[in-house]
C-alpha cells in the first residue's frame, strides 16, 4: 500500500480538527483544543496563516501534517515550521509518517527554505526516535519560550 500524500482542501476541515483533536489526547491534553471548524478554515483558506497535506492509503485518511512559514535572518531565508504531524495509531509504522515528512522537506527545498524544523515532546520517546532515524538533530541550547492569554494581553500592554 502506498502512501499518498495530498493538499488539503476546504472540506477537509471536519477531519483536521478530528486529527487536531486525536493527536491532543495522544499528547495528554485532550481539553486544550479550542479551535473550531470555523477557525481552522479561516487561518487555512482564507487568511492561508498556515498549510495541511493529508496522507492517505487506499483513498482513507491516515494522518496529517500542518505546517507555516517562518524566517531566519541569519540564513536570509523562509524556512518551515511543522506544527503538527500525526498518524493514527492504526496506521503507524506503515510510512505515512515518513511520507508526510519527506513532503514537506520537498516542499522546503522547491520553495528556496533553508531549514525545516519542528518542537516534539521530551517525554514522546517514539516520535524522538522516528524524527532522529528520519536525520533529525535536538537543538539543545534552545529552550522554546512561550506568552498565552492573560500574558499575551499585559505584554502588549491591553490589560
Known amino acids: ?26 499528547e495528554r491534553e485532550p481539553d ?28 482513507e485518511a491516515v494522518g496529517f501534517a500542518l505546517f507555516f512559514h517562518n524566517f531566519s535572518t541569519w540564513t536570509g531565508k523562509p524556512g518551515i515550521y511543522l506544527e503538527d504531524l500525526y498518524v493514527t495509531p492504526e496506521a503507524r509504522g506503515g510510512g505515512a509518517g515518513k511520507a508526510l515528512l519527506r513532503h514537506i522537506a520537498g516542499l522546503a527545498l522547491d520553495r528556496g527554505c533553508g531549514r525545516f524544523e519542528w518542537a516534539v515532546l521530551d517525554w514522546n520517546q517514539p516520535a524522538i526516535d522516528f524524527y532522529r532515524a528520519m536525520g533529525a538533530a535536538p537543538m539543545d541550547e534552545w529552550t522554546v519560550q512561550r506568552v498565552t492569554g492573560d500574558a499575551l494581553v499585559r505584554l502588549a500592554g491591553r490589560g
Open 1 to 26: 500500500m502506498t502512501t499518498n500524500i495530498r493538499p488539503s482542501t476546504p472540506a477537509d476541515v471536519p477531519l483536521i480538527l478530528r486529527l487536531v483533536r486525536e493527536l491532543a489526547e495522544y
Open 32 to 59: 486544550a483544543v479550542v479551535a473550531t471548524e470555523a477557525m481552522l478554515h479561516d487561518a487555512l483558506f482564507e487568511r492561508r496563516f498556515a498549510e495541511a497535506v493529508i496522507a492517505e492509503k487506499d483513498g
